[in-house]
């Protein structure tokens, strides 16, 4: 028979946390909970990989988020400050690939990005933070040195 657990060992309410003093206290509730939430930078990314896709251009993405707060994809190698896409394409000026930080509105960058972005440079790859479609794909464009096909994406 397995040991019963104590009132004290029993697991926390999904809806509390712990608070700095250890003292359970109740989480805020969503606004919109229930719903689908927006994300304007996911948007983006979505639509940038949609226009590697039909350009034929190698693209792999980041899920980024609470994903990395969770632990599971750091223990996987996903790493905080990662770019949310790296074009696995070589650069024309002999680059090794381009890590691409989306940005959309007003948003600026995390200390984790800029110094993963750091290390990038520093490791033969261009990085660049874009905050728009087109914009992404002039820089792929520039990177590739040639002019990739402009496939229609939706965004």
């Not at 019963?4 to 919109?32: C, F, M, N, W, Y």
Request: aromatic letters at 4%; charged letters at 30%.
């Amino acid at each position: 028979m397995p040991p019963t657990r104590t009132p004290k060992e029993a697991p926390t309410p999904l809806r509390q946390r712990r608070d700095v003093d250890g003292i359970h206290k109740e989480r805020k509730k969503r606004s919109d909970a229930g719903k689908a939430h927006d994300n304007p930078e996911t948007r983006l990314q979505v639509a940038c990989v949609a226009w590697c896709d039909a350009a034929d251009i190698l693209v792999d993405g980041s899920p980024g988020g609470a994903a990395f707060m969770k632990g599971a994809h750091k223990a996987r190698g996903c790493r905080p400050g990662r770019a949310d896409l790296l074009v696995l394409e070589a650069g024309a000026d002999g680059t090794h690939g381009l890590a691409v930080e989306l940005k959309v509105g007003g948003n600026g960058l995390l200390h984790s990005q800029v110094a993963w972005l750091a290390r990038a440079r520093l490791k033969g790859w261009r990085t660049e933070v874009v905050r728009s479609l087109d914009e992404f794909c002039k820089v792929v464009r520039a990177h590739i040195g040639g002019s990739a096909c402009d496939p229609v994406v939706a965004y």
